[in-house]
């Protein structure tokens, strides 16, 4: 499934030496990831997010203060597979692997979730997935060795066309164009962004004149949406650690002084916890 980013031609993973049928080679690291990203296609040193942000996100993902929404997001997905298997009349006891991608995956922390899910629902997978941020795919790669985690960016996935299931979206920008090629016919992308309310009693406490989250019509082009709701619940603190972990993560953080911080943990009790949750199928004609 994986690809060249360089000329697009069929890259073995399993190989000792990762490279292309034009050898072009590439990095194996020793936490088991690839680095997919060559460096005439960054646009900086270190691109994507910092290391203490991303170990706050696993810090804050591992005392589970998102867990309602990774289950709904299983939910989706089984779903979507249960009724993909009856509308194809396929033998359902055969159960293929769903292959699942994670665009922009971060610490990897929502894919295994959904391959985890999904494996409890006798749904078995391939979970896989890109993060343009080396130190977060290096995060995922030595925590979830059962899935393949690479560098790359989300607007040119190392992947080969028509060869996933689902495609993944979490809080991370990417291209639909791309989305489209690499989704197999009738495919699922579900995506998840912040709405309204998401974190506005932390936003309350940073800013003078706080705004909500902007919800605006989506559309992508060769895809028809399939669903389109809201994942809400307030989220209350069991620890000082996990509300240090969630406002770490948020770029929240960076706007505030020093002595800010230690206030801010003192005064936040409780934060509203609001997902847009949207699912897209491929157009069957769209290639």
């Known amino acids: 499934m994986w690809q060249c980013p360089l000329c697009r031609s069929p890259i073995d993973m399993s190989a000792s030496v990762i490279q ?44 589970n203060g998102y867990g309602p929404l990774k289950q709904r997001m299983t939910d989706i997905v089984a779903q979507y597979y249960t009724d993909t298997r009856s509308s194809d009349n396929a033998d359902i006891n055969a159960k293929p692997e769903l292959a699942i991608y994670d665009a922009g995956c971060g610490e990897g922390s929502y894919l295994n979730a959904l391959v985890i899910g ?7 997978t391939t979970g896989s997935g890109s993060d343009i941020a080396k130190i977060a795919v290096e995060l995922a790669a030595k925590a979830y060795k059962s899935q393949q985690f690479v560098v790359a960016s989300s607007f040119d996935l190392p992947i080969e066309s028509n060869t996933q299931d689902v495609v993944i979206q979490v809080f991370a920008p990417g291209s639909s164009e791309e989305y489209t ?65 969630l406002i770490k993560m948020t770029p929240y953080y960076w706007r505030l002084p020093p002595d800010r911080l230690a206030e801010i943990v003192e005064e936040l009790n409780q934060v509203t916890v609001d997902f847009r949750v949207q699912a897209w199928l491929k157009m069957p004609e769209t290639v």
């Open 20 to 63: 292309c049928s034009n050898n072009h080679s590439f990095d194996k690291a020793k936490a088991g990831y690839v680095n997919l990203l060559p460096v005439q296609f960054k646009n900086s040193k270190s691109p994507g997010d910092d290391k203490s942000m991303v170990r706050a996100r696993r810090e804050f993902h591992d005392l």
């Open 118 to 124: 999904l494996k409890a629902k006798s749904i078995h």
């Open 181 to 245: 090629r690499v989704l197999k016919p009738g495919g699922l992308l579900l995506t998840v962004d912040p709405a309204p309310m998401h974190l506005f009693e932390l936003k309350s406490l940073v800013y003078d004149n706080p705004a909500k989250h902007a919800v605006e019509k989506e559309e992508r082009v060769g895809f028809e949406q399939s669903m389109d709701e809201t994942v809400n619940y307030p989220l209350h603190f069991d620890n000082d650690e996990q509300k240090i972990a």
